[in-house]
T-cell receptor
């Protein structure tokens, strides 16, 4: 596509429910990144993919968070048993090559009530 | 965007003035740096980048300066316009081995007064 696309743009969920956030990177981009941005904060790195593999999962906040990427394209970030502190904007970015210029999507605003 | 909040450093300038936004980065091994602009409700937008083998790079109305000695980046915006109002983030790349991530600063809110 023309840019990085994320869905849904907004998600309100009840505490304890699972959520899935989707990212469609720019076509042909091999690297994909997930970040989290809380209100008034900077961007916190979560995970990146090179192709379908995730060499660095160190940024995932807990084992309730997981991510996968299939076909070297679409990625899904899953949060299980959501907590109120998970409320944030989740941003996805992609780059043509590993470590290159990264372009961001519009984000998914997650609110856990 | 979500990053706009009471705790962000703020730079207030008059329309038409030049703006300078500063950033201190943390890792001397970082080899690539990017400035992003984030408007309210949007994702960060790429502005300009610079590699560590350069100390200056110019774009359209923007210039990035890199001082590796003191680990400092700056973004200069010429003839600032109301549309430049946003939060600006610098990012440094940590790249090598299993690590490949952009580490972001906390951001600076640029407020352009008409």
């Amino acid at each position: 596509g023309a840019g990085v696309s994320q869905s849904p743009s907004n998600k309100v969920t009840e505490k304890g429910k699972d959520v899935e956030l989707r990212c469609d990177p720019i076509s042909g981009h091999t690297a994909l990144y997930w970040y989290r941005q809380s209100l008034g904060q900077g961007l916190e790195f979560l995970i990146y993919f090179q192709g379908n593999s995730a060499p660095d999962k160190s940024g995932l906040p807990s084992d309730r968070f997981s991510a996968e990427r299939t076909g070297g394209s679409v990625s899904t970030l899953t949060i299980q048993r959501t907590q109120q502190e998970d409320s944030a904007v989740y941003l996805c970015a992609s780059s043509l090559e590993l470590g290159g210029k990264a372009f961001f999507g519009q984000g998914t605003r997650l609110t856990v009530v | 965007g979500e990053s706009v909040g009471l705790h962000l450093p703020t730079l207030s300038v008059q329309e038409g003035d030049n703006s300078i936004i500063n950033c201190a980065y943390s890792n001397s091994a970082s080899d690539y740096f990017i400035w992003y602009k984030q408007e309210s409700g949007k994702g960060p937008q790429f502005i300009i980048d610079i590699r560590s083998n350069m100390d200056k790079r110019q774009g359209q109305r923007v210039t990035v300066l890199l001082n590796k000695t003191v680990k400092h980046l700056s973004l200069q915006i010429a003839a600032t316009q109301p549309g430049d109002s946003a939060v600006y983030f610098c990012a440094e790349r940590l790249y090598g081995g299993a690590t490949n991530k952009l580490i972001f600063g906390t951001g600076t809110l640029l407020a352009v007064q008409p």
